[in-house]
T-cell receptor, first 114, second 114 residues
Framework: DSGVTQTPKHLITATGQRVTLRCSPRSGDLSVYWYQQSLDQGLQFLIQYYNGEERAKGNILERFSAQQFPDLHSELNLSSLELGDSALYFC?????????????FGPGTRLTVL | GENVEQHPSTLSVQEGDSAVIKCTYSDSASNYFPWYKQELGKRPQLIIDIRSNVGEKKDQRIAVTLNKTAKHFSLHITETQPEDSAVYFCAASGIQGSQGNLIFGKGTKLSVKP
């Protein structure tokens, strides 16, 4: 158990819908990262938050957004869902916001878009 | 941006043999290189990492080497066991302007035959 929690574990929804994925980082960690894992694209970095502020953006679609709350949990919002959004979504947390550091992954949310 | 290439994509070894997985990266500014093990349907788990001021790091049967000049790093697993079977991902820290996000290789599926 990494100490990072994610809910829900599974999510099945239809095209065009909107969903919210939730992540709670390890105690003491200030950074939250979101990654998407699909069969053909591997693990892709989406976005990072550090202590409530957006710190870095990767290959995140405009239909996706995220935020980190004062208690440091984070939510990833996916809207206008398409079949291709079906994937495993992981969040990871780490302590620092600057120098590269260990990241610990949550159990993931498996999203299926029908 | 940063690009990480990983080889081979699949690797099959006999129990007790050694396994080597190699990665190359493109951004000379990258300075943190973790390796993750992911079992089917589970989270990526950090197994070892190395920073650019170190050439080699060992942890029991696992070792990682880094050649900054050639921009490649490798994972070595000795005395492989069936429970080592999993997908292994290498990663490099993000490009300038980002703050620690990881760029992953495509993964190596390791099968250890008893």
């Amino acid at each position: 158990d990494s100490g990072v929690t994610q809910t829900p574990k599974h999510l099945i929804t239809a095209t065009g819908q909107r969903v919210t994925l939730r992540c709670s980082p390890r105690s003491g960690d200030l950074s939250v990262y979101w990654y998407q894992q699909s069969l053909d694209q591997g693990l892709q970095f989406l976005i990072q938050y550090y202590n409530g502020e957006e710190r870095a953006k990767g290959n995140i679609l405009e239909r996706f957004s995220a935020q980190q709350f004062p208690d440091l949990h984070s939510e990833l919002n996916l809207s206008s869902l398409e079949l291709g959004d079906s994937a495993l979504y992981f969040c990871a947390s780490g302590l620092a916001g600057g120098l590269p550091h260990e990241q610990f992954f949550g159990p993931g949310t498996r999203l299926t878009v029908l | 941006g940063e690009n990480v290439e990983q080889h081979p994509s699949t690797l099959s070894v006999q129990e007790g043999d050694s396994a080597v997985i190699k990665c190359t990266y493109s951004d000379s500014a990258s300075n943190y290189f973790p390796w993750y093990k992911q079992e089917l349907g589970k989270r990526p788990q950090l197994i070892i990492d190395i920073r650019s001021n170190v050439g080699e790091k060992k942890d029991q049967r696992i070792a990682v080497t880094l050649n900054k000049t050639a921009k490649h790093f490798s994972l070595h697993i000795t005395e492989t066991q069936p429970e080592d079977s999993a997908v292994y991902f290498c990663a490099a820290s993000g490009i300038q302007g980002s703050q620690g996000n990881l760029i992953f290789g495509k993964g190596t599926k390791l099968s250890v035959k008893p």
